[in-house]
């Protein structure tokens, strides 16, 4: 058994009806922990946590002090009002880990408040500073902007005054270039065409020379060999020797009436020239005698003289026949385009000192263009660089004004602000002191009445001060702990308006361990059932049989559970919950 220093009916019963139980157990009385125990935990679990100078030694001690001073109040608690309450090591450790856990939290809290403040008062009076620069400033740009508007103006008149000098120079380069264009397309008109006349003869050119570039040594030898060779290998070679203007050979008539030309004997003596084919290749074609071209057609029109009727008599004659009859259509269709040719060199020869003139007037005008756009890149710096300037006096006035309304404004601010940043100072100073008694508010008083409370928070705040931790003359925890909008939600879910139930309020948010409230009238009942419906909290008797089943479901979904009408007793199967083991 647990016999906590209370000799209760629950103890005596049995062991009044069976004596041998006292003869077959061993008693183990449990004291209280002494003070030097205090202390040691509490050094153990404080020393690390940054207090400032020797400020921690008397944390300690002072904590110490909170147990024995909550035992004392206990025992006056249950002498007079017959209500009991226990001081347990586990409200001292809950003191602790209150105190650790909230002391930097408030720390920060305050801070960052008086830090705001301090921004605030410091935007004040840099901007009071800034009035005076910007006053300096603006009178200094706008003499500036006044000169930079004078050169923009002057830089007008010069850009107008250019640009319609500019644009006489391309009107007339404009015409020009339209008279260069129009010769231009004629000359390309007669270039093409001389090429579309020229298109006619070069095939059969082209031709010819590969015909030519065909033959063999062993062609020509052929040739050579024939003793008495077809009338088209004749027509080819006397074609040949008229466009070399190689004459004929004079030999009888075959009618024995006088003598007749023959090609064939002066062919053998061109046959044998070894550069016979090269010769061929680099006939001059473009200065073809007439007479050689007048023999040449005699041959033409005839039908034994076509490239097909000569091939059916000598292989080689066919490429030399396709050669002659190439000649005379170059030369045919040279003749034709040779006067176009001089036109079009002569057209060409024109163009090109028009052109070239154009090209200089061009030139011209380019720079003229060039000078106007560098006149204007200047217009528009010098005109950006006013602008920049005629924002920044705009700015500037603007700044001025709602910087005078700023001040005017947070004027009465100032005073107000400077008397908070005093107290947050000293609110800062006081918090190691305050969160400690708030702490002990939270582990030991939540039992107690205003008055216990109150004479409990009134003998700490005296020991802490006497110690020389810094505290407030007065603490309350919904000042130290309390946030203005939480307590304003729980008033709106139905927590009564007064500071006990505020503070009861708190204490149970801060505390580390499940809270037991004792509520006669239901009112932490309602207010807890309506703070938590949107969480789907379970609502659990202990007399009812699947109480356990539903506690378990809350807790694996992770929902709140109020167990209502607890007695002194508890089931031993919630242990390990309320315990958070």
């Not at 944390?59 to 009002?81: G, N, P, R, S």
């Not at 850009?159 to 004629?186: C, G, I, N, Q, Y």
């Not at 107000?416 to 582990?443: C, F, I, P, Q």
């Amino acid at each position: 058994r647990d016999c906590r220093g209370d000799w209760s009916s629950d103890v005596a019963l049995p062991i009044c009806s069976f004596p041998s139980l006292v003869n077959c157990c061993t008693i183990d009385w449990f004291f209280p922990w002494p003070e030097d125990g205090l202390i040691a935990v509490a050094r153990q679990s404080l020393t690390n946590m940054g207090l400032e100078g020797d400020v921690t030694e008397k944390v300690i001690d002072q904590c110490m002090q909170f147990q024995v001073q909550a035992a004392t109040l206990t025992k006056k608690y249950q002498e007079e009002m017959k209500k009991f309450n226990y001081v347990t090591p586990t409200s001292y450790l809950e003191l602790i880990t209150t105190f650790k856990s909230l002391l930097n939290v408030k720390k920060d809290e305050v801070g960052g408040a008086k830090k705001r403040y301090e921004v605030g008062l410091a935007k004040i009076l840099s901007c009071a500073e800034n009035v005076s620069k910007m006053e300096e400033e603006l009178t200094a740009l706008q003499p500036v902007l006044v000169v930079k508007t004078k050169e923009v103006e002057d830089l007008i008149v010069v850009l107008d005054k250019e640009s319609a000098d500019a644009a006489v120079v391309k009107e007339k380069v404009a015409v020009e270039a339209a008279t260069a264009k129009a010769s231009a397309d004629e000359t390309n008109e007669m270039k093409q065409q001389c090429e579309a006349e020229l298109a006619e003869a070069l095939p059969a050119l082209d031709a010819a020379i590969t015909a030519l570039k065909s033959l063999t040594k062993g062609d020509i030898t052929e040739m050579k060999a024939m003793k008495t060779p077809p009338s088209g290998v004749k027509l080819t070679m006397e074609g040949v020797c008229i466009l070399f203007e190689i004459k004929p050979a004079k030999v009888p008539a075959p009618d024995g009436k006088g003598k007749v030309d023959d090609y064939w004997e002066p062919s053998k003596k061109v046959l044998n020239d070894a550069a016979f084919m090269q010769k061929l290749l680099e006939y001059d074609k473009d200065h073809i005698p007439p007479a050689c071209i007048k023999g040449v057609q005699r041959l033409t029109a005839m039908p034994e003289f076509l490239p097909a009727a000569v091939e059916k008599q000598s292989k080689a004659a066919t490429g030399i026949c396709k050669w002659v009859r190439a000649m005379e259509v170059y030369d045919r269709v040279a003749k034709v385009v040779e006067p176009k040719r001089i036109a079009l060199a002569q057209a060409e020869s024109e163009l090109a000192v028009t052109m070239a003139e154009l090209k200089e007037k061009q030139d011209a005008l380019q720079t003229v263009l060039d000078k106007i756009a560098k006149l204007e890149a200047d217009f528009k710096a010098a005109n950006d660089e006013k602008v920049s300037l005629a924002n920044q006096v705009d700015m500037c006035e603007k700044k001025l004004v709602r910087a005078g309304k700023l001040i005017s404004g947070l004027g009465g601010e100032r005073a107000r602000w400077t008397e908070n940043v005093k107290t947050l100072g000293e609110e800062l100073d006081n918090t190691t002191g305050d969160v400690l008694v708030s702490s002990a508010l939270v582990a030991y008083l939540g039992v107690f009445s205003s008055e216990y409370r109150q004479s409990y928070v009134d003998e700490a705040i005296t020991e802490v001060k006497a110690k020389g931790i810094p505290c407030s003359s007065v603490v309350s925890l919904e000042k130290v702990l309390g946030n203005p909008v939480q307590i304003r939600d729980w008033n709106l879910s139905g927590l009564p308006r007064d500071s006990l139930s505020t503070d009861n309020a708190i204490i149970m948010s801060k505390s580390r361990r499940w809270p037991l409230m004792i509520d006669p009238q239901g009112q932490a009942n309602k207010w807890i059932r309506n703070m938590e419906s949107a969480n789907e909290m379970g609502v659990y008797k202990l007399s009812q049989s699947d109480f356990v089943r539903n506690v378990e479901t809350c807790v694996q979904y992770g929902r709140p559970v109020l167990l209502e009408n607890v007695g002194e007793t508890i089931d031993s199967i919630l242990e390990p919950l309320l315990s958070k083991s």
